[in-house]
């Protein structure tokens, strides 16, 4: 639940604050990671995305068998047309593949593998040609599109400076986004830097500014009332090796697949099986002095408000074993790559997601292998 809470770090926002008031408009971060020379990240190219098997011609001129994409170990210098709309798609399907940034990497690999494995296809965690026809199958609608900045969007209100200490966060009041371009961000499922690479021009303090964004149903960050959803979830796996959380209908059938951090070392998440208490929305985080969380001194217990940068994020579901939960985040880009303190930690929309599904008294079961 610790992070580093300077979204952007100090020098971003001290830079910002310094344009606004010389009347400089703040535009969207630079991606840092755009390689020299490349074709742009067109809206155009990214819908008309198509998988193609690589050909290399070998030295010694014998046929030299294709490599195919994503092979782990490639790290793309840039965002790749073709993993954004690979994202996308397995986003609607609900194989999530976390906060979409159109690069390989485990989040993806491992949805990728559980939409495989739910259509029968050989698991290997890449991208084929099998994979890719059934994925654009599922929905022929373009998986970016545009968007109009909103006087809403830009005038917040924000969190200006969000203290590092988590006991100081317990006096900022409401928990909300710090600024425009992380709300819009998390609003679409999207890591930040891809939405500065795909809007470099765009100014975030005006309205009216047209951003590509990925065509998803907007996440707000309000609270959901009424019954569960349809399907509605009454099992869910927690496997600690794959690093994903697995929701299932009341007849079995897998309904959602979503990347986790699952406990740490410091505290590891249970073992055996629980079920879920209750599901809250928007929750309260009250600090246990009995956690003695890594660089927390205090030894009182205090609350932090509610909001999207809260330690645990939008949602809370509540488990039958004693301080442990299924929840949100205020850092969505590190799912799956770090630790927990022993909870069950997943993106604020993926949350939001499993908990509209899931009924009170849903069976958790935690996988080792």
Known sequence: M????MRGGRIGLLTGL???????????APDPTTEAGAAPLTKDAIN????????????DGKARKPERAGKPGKEAKRPDPLLIKVQVLLDRARFSPGAIDGRDGENLRGALRAYAAAQGLPTEGKLTRALFDKLEGTSRDPVVTDYAITEADVKGPFVETMPAKMEEQADVGPMRYTNTREMLAERFHMQRDL???LNPDVPLDKTGGSLIVAALPPTGDGKVEGAPLAPKVARIEVDKQTK?????AEDGRLTADYPASIGSSEKPAPDGTAKVNSVTFDPWYTYNPK??????????????HPGPNNPVGLV????????????????PEKIGKTESHGCIRLTNWDARDLAGHTV???KVEFLEK
């Open 291 to 304: 956690y003695r969380f890594k660089g927390v001194k205090t030894r009182k217990k205090f609350s932090i």
């Open 48 to 59: 008309a995305a198509t998988f193609r098997e690589p050909e290399e011609p070998a030295r």
């Open 2 to 5: 610790m992070r580093s809470w």
């Open 244 to 248: 994903r959380v697995r929701a299932f």
């Open 316 to 331: 809370w579901i509540d488990l039958s074993i004693e301080s442990y939960g299924i929840h949100g985040t205020p850092e």
């Open 195 to 197: 939405l500065s690479a």
């Open 360 to 362: 009170k008294g849903a």
């Open 18 to 28: 310094l344009l606004l008031g010389a009347g400089l408009p703040v535009r969207a």
